[in-house]
């Protein structure tokens, strides 16, 4: 409980300092839509020009970006800190944070309030009102349900990925390298359905970097395309779950690293 | 001497990635993939659709692959090096940019030069290799391989200048990555990185004519698959001429404002 009092405290301190510069904080609001912003126009493109992208149709193929974007916001604002965490490796703040009396993973996490994340979640609750006004479906409480463990896994699932580099960059700090490029991926390939691509390159998004349990396969259970994702239904349907037990995993992952972190200079 | 003193100069990043092989791993690495990806997107979207957009299937791939290879000339890890200008205003050691004998707008101009030789010669041997396992088509002819190389490389004095404002900027404003986002951001969407601009509505394809970034990169890659063809080409490199001569005044005349912002230690 007074973890959690002190973590509210950093965390408004944090965001006062986020004002003390008001243009970059409006600027950074900006951005966080911005970019999300390039998804919604590179899918409202591709929707536009391709009719029918892999056998879905516009509303359902919209449930895809809604549910990866407003997971991605969720992990921007309360895990986001660990996509990037390779700067402060590098720049050996780690150190500092291992003298101080409070879990290591939280300072990293408490290090400045995510601005952008505002912006993120703006636009991304914004899609998904769209997509679910769009949406044929029958919203019961049980696909609402599923909907929003599906985000939440999404967001658990994300930050396990970007804790497992962070892991790696504890060892090797440039491996913050790969914290880009996995943003990228799943910004472009985690908004559409991934049977779009040959069975190998779906597979390799799927069992080799599981950007298919984001939103691809949590969307195709909720349209009714889950038996043609080419993975089990079943495998599909535990999507929101595979999130936390991957999240849960990496922190465990976080914890041996860790436990054989060197500092940067060995 | 003054050969010699470029050569040092430019040679820095190439010689630092040079140096890294597990980031020249990871470059690779993340080339191939993306390449299959994309290449492996552009034809499912359309496995059901004949040409859209003035695009024939191999066109839309061809700009796609080449798309993601010419990102390659200017993405070099520059942070790692702890040289970028943000990281010189941001720890105060602009300052000995304007101590040495070589001017700072001649180093930066070194550096960059060197950057994109050493991101060329990634974005050649990715494309060889491509063309080889016909992910690209070839260009149309000689005469349009002759006018792409020449719209590339006006591309290229475009993009430099316009990176070159971005820091530039720097000197202006105490904390701009997000400016700096919002810059790169528009460099990406409106230069045609994300998708070929002639996916877009008409009113954003005649936007971006207003704007320096489709001279970057959509004008060269528009020309080698045919999109353009050659007896508009030339009109398109003397808009892309035009960017290069106009950002190139703007950046000096900024290059001679910023010297008078920078301080040392504080006074």
Known sequence: ?266 | MAVLHAWRAARVTPLGELHAPPRMTAVLVRLVVQVVLVASLWHGLYSRTGTTAGLAEGQAVSYAVLAVLASRLRELDQYAGRDTVLQHMHFGTIVYWYLRPLPPQRYHALRALGEQLYGFAWALGGYLVCLAAGVVDPPGSAAVAGVFALSLLLGQWVLYHVMLMLDQLCFWTVRNNAAMLILIFAQNLLSGVYAPLWFFPDWFITLSGFLPFQATLSVPLSIYIGRIPLSDAWEQLAVQAFWGVALTLFTRFLWRRAARRVISQGG
């Not at chain 1, 800190?81 to 290591?104: C, F, S």
């Not at chain 1, 069992?207 to 599909?236: K, Q």
């Open chain 1, 1 to 266: 409980m007074n973890g959690m009092r002190i973590a509210w405290r950093v965390t408004r301190l944090n965001f006062r300092a986020q004002l003390e510069y008001r243009t970059e904080f409006l600027l950074m609001i900006a951005i966080g839509a911005i970019w999300q912003v390039s998804v919604i126009v590179f899918a409202t493109v591709l929707l536009t020009r391709f009719t029918g992208m892999g056998g879905w149709d516009s509303s359902e193929v919209l449930l895809i970006p809604a549910t990866r974007m407003l997971a991605h916001g969720l992990f921007v604002l309360l895990l986001g800190r660990v996509h990037g965490a390779g700067r402060q490796i590098q720049e050996g703040r780690i150190d500092i944070y291992l003298t101080r009396p409070m879990p290591v993973h939280r300072q990293l996490q408490l290090a400045f309030f995510p601005t952008n994340a505002i912006g993120d979640l703006t636009v991304a609750v914004g899609l998904m009102v769209g997509a679910l006004s769009r949406s044929r479906l029958d919203w019961t409480p049980g696909r609402i349900s599923y909907l929003i463990a599906a985000v939440i896994g999404g967001m658990l699932l994300e930050a396990a990925l970007f804790t497992a580099i962070t892991c790696a960059a504890l060892r090797f700090p440039a491996a913050d390298y790969w914290s880009r490029w996995l943003e990228e991926l799943l910004g472009t390939f985690g908004s559409y359905p991934l049977n779009v691509l040959p069975k190998a390159v779906g597979g390799l998004l799927t069992y080799g970097l599981p950007l298919a349990f984001v939103a691809y396969f949590p969307a195709a259970v909720l349209t009714g395309h889950g038996h043609d994702t080419g993975a089990p239904y079943w495998l599909a349907a535990l999507s929101p779950l595979l999130g936390v037990a991957a999240y849960l995993g990496s922190r465990v992952l976080w914890r041996w690293s860790l436990r054989h972190y060197a500092g940067v200079n060995g």
